[in-house]
């Protein structure tokens, strides 16, 4: 069974960093190494936002309020994905929850970590 696990988040004063992990487990790493992984966030009362993206070709993408930022960080080897988080500000407030979806020619699955808490404020 396919599980993904986060870890990184914490509190941080503005301007500060952190760097989220998402290690998966349970999937045969030919699968791991092309899905297309995202990172969203979704902080109390809002709607889960995307935050960035990774393809299987390591494309990378981010969201306009976080560009410049963030960073998107792949480990094949370890089957780990990281979200690099530069000059935090107290919008960055947040759950953040991996997904990592195959591709083909696997399955068509989808996967999510459980999420992690980021705090920013002073």
């Known amino acids: 069974q396919v599980r993904l696990v986060e870890s990184g988040g914490g509190s941080v004063q503005p301007g500060g960093s952190l760097r989220l992990s998402c290690k998966a487990s349970?999937?045969?790493?030919?699968?791991?190494?092309?899905?297309?992984i995202e990172w969203y966030r979704q902080s109390p009362g809002e709607e889960r936002e995307l935050v960035a993206t990774?393809?299987?070709?390591?494309?990378?993408d981010y969201a306009d309020s976080v560009k410049g930022r963030f960073t998107i960080i792949r480990d094949n080897a370890r089957k780990t994905v990281f979200l690099q988080m530069n000059s935090l500000k107290p919008e960055d407030t947040a759950v953040y929850y991996c997904?990592?979806?195959?591709?083909?020619?696997?399955?068509?699955?989808?996967?999510w970590g459980q999420g992690t808490q980021v705090t920013v404020s002073s």
């Open positions: 349970g999937m045969i790493t030919s699968v791991w190494n092309i899905c297309n």
């Open positions: 997904h990592v979806i195959q591709t083909p020619p696997y399955a068509s699955r989808d996967y």
């Open positions: 990774m393809s299987r070709g390591d494309n990378t």
